[in-house]
């Protein structure tokens, strides 16, 4: 998929196929062991299945958790990018830059897609991008599921990704081990889960970044509706779960929506420094030959009213971002290149100064 971030939910609102990116590598080894349930939400809950080395640089886990029912059987990855000479300098810590794939995408695809590994050769840099989803389906839209009664049973992403693996990786890896130390972002899907995990768990990340994300689902009328049906397609289409299931009822469940949307809890993203990256969905002249052009330019379109919903709540809160808006860019790879390539000296500014 070209960023499948997201595009394949818009091929199923607007009946747009897409190709399908890079695939999942396999572990070289495997290595299993019991994690009880007592241990859920504790660095100690994660039971590492496999590790492989792709070059000096990346090592691929993959992991299960009582948090995810379905990893017991499907373990999701978890890529670990180290900064150049890691080895050589035992004692030096390193600041660490969370990255969150978006719909259909995979932990995998966003180290093969984004040129990460590339675009921070010469960082001091720590990077970890977790799966949030099985094999590339439609992703958990990072957070605990009100439904635990689907095919998929417990469905706690939150509690992975925010109380378990940053534990795990302070634990396994030499991290700064603080918010002036930790910064988080992520693509579409993954943006959302960026701006809500940075919101709800501000003495965790000391700096969030979206790219093309979906940075508010319920606090504008407007992007409520459309983040409603997104997500309901996404979830009844490729998770083949109840429409709702992550959030619960938008009307019965509005609390939940609103604790966990970007928009609605803006308040508390006051004195974490934001980054958010949009495009209007104009595409380039090299986009016009891709046979997905069509749906890409449609879910940037979608994304950058999100962001502009976002942008109104923070200015009416009088909270502070950074704001990086182009007129050319669909939800394609190349875009989300762009937007890190941008974001990364302005991330490695923000762990020199706290700016």
């Known amino acids: 998929m070209k960023l499948s971030a997201g595009a394949s939910a818009a091929a199923l609102v607007v009946g747009l196929a897409m190709p399908v990116a890079v695939g999942r590598a396999q572990a070289a080894t495997t290595s299993v062991a019991s994690s009880a349930p007592t241990r859920a939400g504790t660095a100690a809950a994660i039971t590492v299945r496999g590790t492989t080395h792709d070059g000096p640089r990346v090592i691929k886990y993959t992991v299960s958790t009582p948090s995810l029912a379905m990893s017991t059987k499907t373990p999701v990855s978890v890529d670990v990018v180290l900064p150049a000479g890691y080895s050589e300098h035992p004692h030096r810590r390193y600041p660490v830059l969370y990255e969150l794939p978006g719909t259909s995408n995979t932990a995998n695809e966003i180290v093969n897609n984004t040129r990460v590994v590339a675009l ?71 943006g959302f889960g960026s701006m809500s995990y ?76 934001i980054d958010l990256y949009t495009s209007t969905g104009v595409p380039a002249v090299g986009d016009l ?45 190349r875009y989300a290149v762009r937007s890190l390539a941008d974001y990364l000296p302005r991330v490695m500014s923000f762990f020199r100064t706290g700016r």
């Not at 940075?198 to 965790?204: E, F, G, S, T, V």
């Not at 409520?224 to 997104?230: F, I, M, S």
Request: glycine fraction near 12%.
């Open 198 to 273: 940075a919101a709800r768990h501000p003495d965790l990340y000391g700096a969030a970044a979206a790219f093309s994300g979906a940075v508010d689902i319920h606090h504008g009328p407007v992007c409520a509706v459309g983040a409603d049906v997104l997500i309901s397609a996404i979830m009844t289409g490729l998770n083949q779960v109840e429409p709702f299931a992550p959030f619960g009822n938008p009307l019965t469940d509005a609390a939940n929506w609103k604790a966990h949307d970007p928009g609605s809890i803006i308040g508390k993203l006051d004195g974490t420094r």
């Open 120 to 190: 921070t050769q010469k960082l001091g840099l720590i990077v970890v991008i977790p799966d949030g989803g099985y094999n590339g389906d439609g992703g958990g839209f990072y957070t605990d599921w009100v439904d635990e009664s689907t095919r998929l049973g417990v469905e706690n992403w939150e509690t992975f990704h925010t109380r378990e693996l940053v534990p795990w990786i302070d634990t396994h890896f030499r991290t700064k081990r603080s918010r002036a130390g930790r910064a988080i972002t992520g693509v579409s899907q993954g």
């Open 289 to 333: 030959s891709s046979v997905s052009v069509l749906g890409t330019a449609t879910m940037e379109a979608l994304l950058h009213q999100s962001n502009l919903c976002f942008k109104r709540a923070a200015d009416n809160a009088g909270v502070a971002y950074h704001w990086h808006g182009y007129l050319i860019g669909t939800h394609d790879w």
